[in-house]
Nanobody
Framework: QVQLVESGGGLVQAGDSLRLSCAAS????????MGWFRQAPGKEREFVAA????????RFADSVKGRFTISRDNAQNTVYLQMNSLKPEDTAVYYC???????????????????WGQGTQVTVSS
């Protein structure tokens, strides 16, 4: 497993930007993909974005395409989620996750992730 620690959440207004960070430790990430899920009150956890550690290939949920980007810093073992043009419906607890190829091929399947962070709250006011 990989240990994941998120940071960067907060309260912003609609249209603002926010960047989340996820620092990884504990094992090599060479064969891993990392990404983000979110969970709003009363809703199921949903996939947001993923990135492969070696090639940097990315995948996004339709709801965030064009507004969110995901990147990684291999030297710092850190993944970033840049969120622009935030909307109130983006309000949720955001979780960093890591998984192998099986997860990246079907990133909506949260059960395929084997490591999770503790979550960071993002609140977007209208």
């Amino acid at each position: 497993q990989v240990q994941l620690v998120e940071s960067g959440g907060g309260l912003v207004q609609a249209g603002d930007s926010l960047r989340l960070s996820c620092a990884a430790s504990g094992r090599t990430l060479r064969n891993y993909a990392m990404g983000w899920f979110r969970q709003a009150p009363g809703k199921e956890r949903e996939f947001v974005a993923a990135i492969t550690w070696i090639s940097g290939s990315t995948r996004f949920a339709d709801s965030v395409k064009g507004r969110f980007t995901i990147s990684r810093d291999n030297a710092q073992n850190t993944v970033y989620l840049q969120m622009n043009s935030l909307k109130p419906e983006d309000t949720a607890v955001y979780y960093c996750a890591a998984g192998g190829t099986a997860w990246y091929l079907q990133p909506v399947l949260a059960e395929r992730c084997d490591s999770w962070g503790q979550g960071t709250q993002v609140t977007v006011s209208s």
